[in-house]
């Protein structure tokens, strides 16, 4: 499997060593003909205005969108998770792509000394994992979308809609790698259905 990270801000290259330790293919997202190449997408945290301005400049907003509505799976952190939703507070209504149908706040809790870290309970695993919380985004209204990670007073953190996956924390901060090795298996899902 090939894996892209997009490489236009933010600490991509967390991400990358992260999938590279899990055993795949992974290629930086810097231009348009580079989507193509890729079965699977990870937008990193940085900041979400420079990241979108950076797509649209270099003819990738459209592009992710239509990529994302044919099926690519796509992990978006913090800032990834703003692109990917389809309402941000105080944004304009098209400011994300839509794909994950929850309602997100930037920047919720507060400057970057108001980051902090705290347990995320796992849907899909009984131990928690650790979350790195950076001027991280909140998730106020889930929608349709699945909570696969809370923190401890329920509040969702991690949530996925179909082929895509959000987190309002940075797994690439830490060691464990239980949540990349989650999106790569909803990228064997993908690829599987598409062979049926």
């Not at 600490?11 to 590279?20: I, K, S």
């Not at 293919?25 to 231009?31: G, L, Q, S, T």
């Not at 929850?102 to 400057?111: D, F, L, S």
């Amino acid at each position: 499997m090939t894996v892209g990270v997009l490489a236009l801000q933010g600490d991509f290259e967390r991400h990358q060593e992260r999938l590279a330790a899990l055993g795949v293919e992974v290629v930086p997202v810097k231009y348009a003909g580079d989507l193509d190449r890729v079965e699977g997408l990870v937008i990193p945290g940085g900041e979400s205005t420079t990241i979108r301005r950076l797509l649209v400049r270099s003819s990738m907003w459209e592009q992710l969108r239509y990529r994302v509505e044919e099926g690519l799976p796509v992990f978006g952190t913090c800032a990834g998770l703003i692109l990917l939703s389809r309402n941000v507070v105080a944004e304009d209504e098209d400011y994300g792509l839509g794909a994950l149908p929850v309602t997100v706040e930037r920047n919720a809790w507060g400057r970057q000394r108001e980051s902090f870290e705290a347990p995320v309970r796992l849907a899909f695993d009984d131990t928690p994992v650790r979350g790195v919380f950076i001027r991280a985004p909140r998730i106020l209204d889930a929608g349709e979308a699945e909570v696969l990670g809370r923190l401890a007073d329920g509040e969702p953190v991690l949530v996925r809609y179909r082929n895509v996956l959000g987190a309002t924390f940075h797994p690439e901060l830490t060691e464990d790698l239980r949540v990349h090795r989650y999106f790569l298996s909803m990228m064997e899902e993908a690829h599987a259905s598409q062979k049926s």
